[in-house]
């Protein structure tokens, strides 16, 4: 697993990517969320994208729309809330979520990269967290994801995160 600094393309290849999803899903409101969301942080070079439907009765018209277009639906992935896309071939390295816009999940994601974005030094302490968790943790994702967790919780919960 590899943390990288800040790319300033990230923005672009999310519009681009966000133009594909909205040919599928012209009504959705399609969301860049994740840390390559929040400039000058440091992320994996993996682009998280939340597709915003009306209500949880608009996911299974949304996976066929996604579907048409190449997208293979993963259930929630143990995840309620938010649905998980596996992306074509060729497209650029993303993740892929179709939420409900009252979802638990889509909030987390909202509230937790605009925390970021307006934060530098949390996003900071953010950056230093991954990069010591990529080391340690190597190519075991779960890991990784488990020892960002409470940051995670803490940020949201408006709390100031100490290891």
């Known amino acids: ?16 990517l966000r133009a594909n999803v909205l040919r599928a899903l012209p009504d959705a ?3 860049h969320v994740g840390s390559t969301a929040v400039p000058g942080l440091a992320s994996k070079p993996i682009i998280d994208i939340d597709v915003i439907v009306a209500t949880a009765a ?5 996976a066929v ?3 048409r277009i190449g997208y293979v639906h993963e259930g929630d992935l143990g995840i309620p809330g938010r649905e998980a896309f596996r992306p074509p ?4 390295p993303h993740h892929l979520y179709v939420c409900a816009q009252d979802s638990r999940e889509l909030d987390r994601h ?7 974005r307006g934060h530098a030094d949390t ?15 190597g190519e075991h994702r779960a890991a990784y994801s488990a020892g960002k967790t ?3 919780e803490a940020v949201l919960a408006g709390v100031r995160w100490v290891p």
């Not at 608009?58 to 949304?62: E, Q």
């Not at 071939?89 to 650029?92: Q, V």
């Open 65 to 67: 729309s996604l579907g």
């Open 110 to 116: 909202l509230r937790f990269r605009d925390h970021l």
């Open 58 to 62: 608009d996911l299974s018209a949304a």
């Open 89 to 92: 071939a060729g497209l650029p």
């Open 150 to 152: 409470a940051f995670v």
């Open 29 to 31: 409101r399609v969301e």
């Open 123 to 137: 996003a900071a302490v953010y950056a230093a967290l991954k990069r010591r968790l990529a080391a340690e943790c």
């Open 1 to 16: 697993m590899e943390i990288v600094p800040y790319d300033p393309s990230w923005p672009a290849t999310f519009a681009a």
